[in-house]
């Protein structure tokens, strides 16, 4: 932040919180509203907790001069997606008990609950606690869940990612107790040194902070989109190391060409005993450089776009005290889930189970599940849901389950590489629609590729209510990113790996009109595509859009006019 910029309302809000408290505990116990003070309800988040409103009553409570329907959703912190059975049935508990009877499985790996009044948010977070589950630091201007490659088939190296992440997740956890004071003792914890924060401070980061661990090939995390990634090098069978990407962030603003989304850098190497410190310093630097005056500009990609990639590296190598050895070899082949059945080196079985849009309604089929009490429960960033460490003599009682809930259909090729955000109703920026519309759209897509022989061909689509892209669009073969209520923005061109950003194709295309842009293009490539050429690859070898040229960024408002 420049000495003539003065900082964001925010740094001021969190500078005064005294470590995040603010008046949420008081906020808690007035009766004459649904809702929290403006600057709790930026400090909520920092518990993990969002205020919300349900949009579709908006201008009927309007009309009536009511209190708008606040509700609140609040988010688990699960490094690496892993619940226990048991941690599966007390989430579900709080689902029924004190939300609105769903799930919502995240891009991040975890679980969100909505629907929650205030009168209940107390009851929810403390039915988690019991269960060993937190809400902390799963939004707010902090590191935020850590995810990580889902292959438990594979046990031994997802054990080591796995355990990345929780190691991750822990160590950048903030250290302040308001957590516990306001949700769980319900008074502040006394005794002990003065509070601190060793590595955020009193004002924390200046914006939210995002890392992913993959495994190659499987790049599920889409490691290239977060903050900070650690690509895991495999050799003989073993994690040396891992390649550190820095700068990946996917969110933008309509009609500001200064916001953008961007894939990370490939930096340098580390040792699996380094990776913990890289990631702490990489936070430092942000912290230490990140715009804390423009919260748009906020991010790692930014202040990696200001001070240049060379310079950022030097300060991080600085604060290491070492420099990061070279990258090493590595290659990504897909950023899907593979679905069904699969058994792992160790002779367990693994079920992967379509969720679509990670939204689970119907809640009697895995709860069958989860009572059998064996295994665990992994959720995908592509919010599926694997149930994981199936003992073989059990593997057949779980099919039947699966198949008495209707939990094993099939999935086309197109829909079960589908990602939404949540967007309307509760989402407050939500331009338009994505979780309850992308289902009907995949269902008309699904029509014009079975008309060409494609229908169970692999394809990536992602559709985001706004252009914060929750979902990451930018990544996907198909983006679509609302604009306004019933249009979007609709992107081709991404690479099936995760490692390249699509570009703009058609702006301001509804239902019909992005089925109309589409149907052409699914047949041209099922007559013309070359022996295992992606659709993404496709789009760009016939030039309906034109390659990427600015390396790991784009513009989108300034993309070149798309080919008719």
Same mark, same amino acid.
């Given at each position: 932040?420049?000495?003539?910029?003065?900082?964001?309302?925010?740094?001021?809000?969190? /500078?005064?919180?005294?470590?995040?408290?603010?008046?949420?505990?008081?906020?808690?116990?007035?009766?004459? /509203?649904?809702?929290?003070?403006?600057?709790?309800?930026?400090?909520?988040?920092?518990?993990?907790?969002?205020?919300?409103?349900? &949009?579709?009553? !908006?201008?009927?409570?309007?009309?009536?001069?009511?209190?708008?329907?606040?509700?609140?959703?609040?988010?688990?912190?699960? @490094?690496?997606?892993?619940?226990?059975?048991?941690?599966?049935?007390?989430?579900?508990?709080?689902?029924?008990? &004190?939300?609105?009877?769903? =799930?919502?499985?995240?891009?991040?790996?975890?679980?969100?609950?909505?629907?929650?009044?205030?009168? *209940?948010?107390?009851?929810?977070?403390?039915?988690?606690?019991?269960?060993?589950?937190?809400?902390?630091?799963?939004?707010?201007?902090? *590191?935020?869940?850590?995810?990580?490659?889902?292959?438990?088939?594979?046990?031994?190296?997802?054990?080591?990612?796995?355990?990345?992440?929780?190691?991750?997740?822990? #160590?950048?956890? @903030?250290?302040?107790?308001?957590?516990?004071?306001?949700?769980?003792?319900?008074?502040?914890?006394?005794?002990?040194?003065?509070?601190? $924060?060793?590595?955020?401070?009193?004002?924390?980061?200046?914006?939210?902070?995002?890392? %992913?661990?993959?495994?190659?090939?499987?790049?599920?995390?889409?490691?290239?989109? #977060?903050?900070?990634?650690?690509?895991?090098? $495999? $050799?003989?069978?073993?994690?040396?190391?891992?390649?550190?990407?820095?700068?990946?962030?996917?969110?933008?603003? #309509?009609?500001?060409?200064?916001?953008?989304?961007?894939?990370?850098?490939?930096?340098?190497?580390?040792? +699996?005993?380094?990776?913990?410190?890289?990631?702490?310093?990489?936070?430092?630097?942000?912290?230490?450089?990140?715009?804390?005056?423009?919260?748009?500009?906020?991010?790692?990609?930014?202040?990696?776009?200001?001070?240049?990639?060379?310079?950022? &590296?030097?300060?991080?190598?600085?604060?290491?005290?070492?420099?990061?050895?070279?990258?090493?070899?590595?290659?990504?082949?897909?950023?899907?889930?593979?679905?069904?059945?699969?058994?792992?080196?160790?002779?367990?079985?693994?079920?992967?189970?379509?969720?679509?849009?990670?939204?689970?309604?119907?809640?009697?089929?895995?709860?069958?599940?989860? $009572?059998?009490?064996?295994?665990?429960?992994?959720?995908?960033?592509?919010?599926?849901?694997?149930?994981?460490?199936?003992?073989?003599?059990?593997?057949?009682?779980?099919?039947?389950? =699966?198949? /008495? #809930?209707?939990?094993?259909?099939?999935?086309?090729?197109? !829909?079960? *590489?589908?990602? %939404?955000?949540?967007?309307?109703?509760?989402?407050?920026?939500?331009?338009?629609?994505?979780?309850?519309?992308?289902?009907?759209?995949?269902?008309?897509?699904?029509?014009?590729?079975?008309?060409?022989?494609?229908?169970?061909?692999?394809? /990536?689509?992602?559709?985001?209510?706004?252009?914060?892209?929750?979902?990451?669009?930018?990544?996907?073969?198909?983006?679509?990113?609302?604009?306004? +209520?019933?249009?979007?923005?609709?992107?081709?061109?991404?690479?099936?790996?995760?490692?390249?950003?699509?570009?703009?194709?058609?702006?301001?295309?509804?239902?019909?009109?992005?089925?109309?842009?589409?149907?052409?293009?699914?047949?041209?490539?099922?007559?013309?595509?070359? @022996?295992?050429?992606?659709?993404?690859?496709?789009?760009?070898?016939?030039?309906?859009?034109?390659?990427?040229?600015?390396? *790991?960024?784009?513009?989108?408002?300034?993309?070149?006019?798309?080919?008719s």
């Amino acid at each position: 932040m420049s000495a003539d910029r003065p900082p964001s309302p925010n740094e001021a809000i969190k /500078t005064n919180s005294r470590f995040l408290r603010g008046t949420i505990a008081d906020g808690l116990t007035r009766v004459e /509203t649904g809702s929290l003070s403006d600057d709790d309800q930026q400090l909520t988040k920092f518990h993990g907790i969002y205020v919300q409103d349900d &949009r579709d009553l !908006r201008a009927e409570r309007g009309r009536k001069k009511m209190e708008k329907a606040f509700i609140f959703m609040a988010r688990l912190r699960v @490094p690496g997606g892993v619940l226990t059975p048991q941690q599966w049935l007390a989430a579900e508990r709080v689902a029924l008990e &004190r939300g609105n009877a769903t =799930l919502r499985l995240t891009t991040r790996q975890t679980i969100q609950f909505h629907g929650i009044i205030k009168t *209940n948010l107390r009851h929810a977070i403390r039915g988690l606690n019991d269960a060993m589950l937190d809400t902390i630091a799963a939004c707010g201007d902090v *590191n935020r869940n850590v995810i990580a490659r889902v292959n438990p088939w594979q046990s031994r190296a997802h054990g080591k990612v796995s355990g990345l992440a929780r190691a991750l997740g822990a #160590h950048l956890l @903030p250290k302040s107790h308001a957590w516990h004071e306001i949700w769980i003792d319900g008074e502040k914890i006394t005794g002990g040194e003065e509070e601190d $924060e060793p590595i955020y401070g009193r004002t924390y980061m200046p914006r939210k902070f995002k890392i %992913a661990v993959a495994l190659p090939p499987h790049n599920d995390v889409d490691v290239f989109a #977060h903050d900070l990634g650690f690509i895991a090098i $495999e $050799e003989a069978g073993r994690i040396v190391g891992y390649n550190v990407v820095a700068g990946g962030g996917m969110g933008m603003t #309509h009609g500001e060409p200064d916001t953008f989304p961007r894939t990370g850098d490939v930096i340098g190497f580390c040792s +699996p005993d380094q990776a913990v410190d890289v990631a702490e310093k990489v936070v430092t630097v942000q912290r230490d450089f990140g715009d804390r005056s423009d919260r748009k500009h906020a991010r790692l990609k930014y202040t990696i776009e200001r001070i240049g990639l060379d310079a950022f &590296r030097v300060e991080l190598e600085q604060r290491l005290g070492h420099k990061l050895a070279p990258a090493r070899d590595f290659a990504f082949t897909d950023n899907g889930d593979r679905l069904g059945w699969v058994q792992g080196d160790d002779d367990a079985w693994h079920y992967t189970l379509f969720v679509e849009n990670g939204r689970v309604r119907d809640l009697a089929g895995l709860h069958a599940i989860a $009572e059998l009490g064996i295994g665990r429960f992994i959720i995908t960033p592509n919010q599926n849901l694997v149930l994981a460490d199936i003992p073989a003599d059990r593997k057949a009682e779980v099919s039947t389950l =699966l198949r /008495t #809930h209707r939990l094993d259909a099939p999935v086309g090729g197109l !829909r079960r *590489n589908a990602l %939404a955000c949540v967007a309307l109703p509760t989402c407050g920026l939500a331009l338009a629609e994505s979780e309850r519309y992308l289902p009907d759209l995949l269902t008309l897509l699904e029509n014009e590729l079975e008309r060409v022989g494609l229908a169970d061909d692999d394809i /990536t689509i992602r559709m985001t209510g706004c252009p914060n892209g929750c979902a990451r669009p930018y990544l996907a073969e198909i983006g679509l990113v609302g604009r306004s +209520p019933g249009l979007y923005n609709l992107y081709l061109g991404g690479a099936f790996d995760g490692a390249r950003m699509n570009k703009l194709y058609r702006r301001d295309v509804g239902g019909d009109a992005i089925v109309a842009a589409l149907a052409p293009l699914f047949r041209d490539y099922a007559e013309h595509r070359t @022996p295992g050429e992606r659709f993404g690859d496709y789009a760009i070898r016939a030039g309906h859009i034109r390659p990427t040229t600015a390396g *790991n960024t784009f513009h989108a408002d300034l993309a070149p006019e798309p080919r008719s």
